[in-house]
């Protein structure tokens, strides 16, 4: 009874903010619509019995809309999002785009057989987890890892406007590198 | 294994926390009363020096609020409730002897995330007023952030890793011999570091620095002022307290009861931190974000290491 009551208030308020952020003319507003969004989503794992994975989710998705903020102030055509500005783009396609992926995963929801449920939860999900994740599955989550990392690296690479010519001089023997904000690292 | 706490002390925890918080304050104002004289006082001045932190409060409580124009009260308000919150939180799973309130499987990466919920908190304080000095704060917090997370996730990792447990009551049984700070030592002085890297203090409280006038906070005033400085404070004693249980063996210890241990190796933490904000210039980050990535990181890194090799050879 409580689990159905905090699970149907964690979903409307989930899909309330996430409506939210679409709403709010906002750049903060519209990020923190979001994040209250996600807490509401890792609340609801939680909710299954998946401890690790929620509380997870709160952590990573609150440092990563926090993060979003930087960004903001770095990228956007408007500094730190402090006009009033619309979250919409692209109306059209959005829309089609959004209303078939719905479609298609409520006719999933709809037309699947759920299974019912074989055995009994492990008694410490989050080791069966790092074990399914990376048990059998070791290489992948490596090779993921340095792909993930690499496209990171690369991307900063693209898109920093100063290379290593400006930092270090034509014959790369300047030190310490010439950059606009010395750092504490005494290079 | 430890018990459960009973349900009363989900009521005590965050009056025991303000009582740390309070006599912590009152320490640092005895501090910096006895610095300004420059010589100790008289017992009865010490008193009135150490009332002053409590005098303080109950001044913003009676103060008139101020507005800004324009101000995104909502956020602003979310922003400042949600570090003291944040910080009884994360407090939840501090065991006082051997009984938390709560002892979550996953108890380390709960404390975590709760620390990033006051992380984020602080830049919509900063962002709600509508102030420039205030906005600067706030991002100087999040860049603050990027600089001590990723060293200070490092340090709780490696401590989860030696006990091979991220339950923290599993975290202080695993120390019955042997303190984690004596075989980690990098990764306890990197807690310390960003224990007050993440309660803005000391040498990192430059997103509160008086060059913007009182940064993230410069525009609070009243009850919104006194509930951010002094979930400030909370933050401060429950990353103090927390130290306990991950590095220096919790409850453990001869002759003294677990609870007072307890006390009084969070009472040794937290005076060092009181300490360092007097001996540590304020830092900029853009200093530290380069110390933090290139000589934190990989140290913490090969503790982890050096950590993860003693357990698998146990």
């Given amino acids: 009874m409580t689990e159905d009551i905090v699970f149907w208030v964690l979903a409307v308020l989930a899909v309330a903010s996430g409506v939210m952020v679409f709403r709010f003319d906002s750049m903060a507003r519209a990020t923190y619509a979001l994040l209250l969004s996600l807490l509401c989503v890792g609340g609801e794992v939680l909710l299954l019995g998946l401890d690790y994975l929620g509380v997870v989710i709160v952590l990573m998705m609150t440092i990563e809309m926090a993060l979003m903020a930087v960004f903001m102030v770095m990228f956007m055509m408007n500094p730190a999002g402090l006009m009033p500005m619309s979250m919409l783009h692209n109306k059209k396609g959005a829309a089609v785009i959004c209303t078939t992926v719905f479609a298609a995963l409520a006719t999933g929801i709809l037309l699947a057989r759920w299974p019912a449920r074989r055995g009994r939860p492990p008694t410490d999900p989050t080791m069966s987890l790092g074990m399914s994740l990376m048990g059998p599955q070791m290489l992948t989550m490596v090779t993921l890892g340095m792909a993930l990392f690499a496209t990171i690296v690369s991307t900063v690479v693209l898109s920093t406007r100063r290379g290593r010519y400006d930092r270090f001089g034509d014959d790369l023997r300047t030190r310490p590198a010439d950059d606009p904000v010395p750092g504490g690292g005494g290079r | ?314």
């Fill in chain 2, 1 to 314: 294994m430890p018990d459960a706490a009973p349900l009363w002390a989900t009521v005590i925890l965050p009056v025991a926390l303000v009582s740390v918080a309070v006599v912590t304050a009152g320490f640092d104002a005895v501090l910096s009363a006895a610095a300004v004289r420059g010589r100790p006082g008289s017992p009865r001045e010490v008193g009135t020096w150490a009332a002053a932190p409590l005098r303080e409060a109950f001044r913003l409580l009676a103060q008139q609020p101020r507005r800004t124009i324009a101000a995104d009260v909502a956020l602003g308000r979310i922003g400042v409730v949600l570090v003291p919150v944040a910080a009884v939180l994360a407090g939840a799973v501090l065991p006082l002897g051997f009984r938390p309130v709560s002892d979550p499987a996953v108890g380390i990466v709960w404390f975590n995330a709760m620390e990033a919920l006051a992380w984020a908190a602080v830049w919509l304080t900063g962002w709600g007023p509508n102030s420039a000095l205030s906005l600067i704060g706030g991002y100087r917090f999040l860049a603050q952030g990027l600089a001590y997370e990723l060293p200070h996730m490092f340090a709780i990792t490696t401590a989860a890793l030696g006990a091979g447990s991220l339950r923290v009551g599993e975290v202080v049984a695993a120390q019955d011999g042997l303190w984690f700070a004596v075989w980690m030592p990098v990764a306890f002085l990197v807690y310390l570091l960003s224990a007050m890297a993440m309660s803005f203090w000391g040498p990192f409280g430059h997103p509160l620095g008086r060059d913007t006038a009182g940064g993230a906070a410069m525009e609070l005033s009243g009850v919104d002022r006194l509930v951010l400085l002094g979930g400030r404070w909370l933050l401060m004693v429950v990353t103090a307290a927390v130290s306990v249980p991950l590095f220096l063996g919790g409850g453990n210890g001869p002759l003294l009861p677990p609870w007072a241990w307890t006390l009084l190796k969070t009472a040794l933490v937290l005076a060092a931190l009181v300490a360092g904000r007097r001996l540590l210039p304020t830092l900029r980050m853009e200093r530290y974000t380069e110390f933090a990535w290139l000589v934190l990181v990989p140290a913490t890194l090969l503790q982890a290491l050096v950590v993860a090799v003693v357990v698998l050879n146990r």
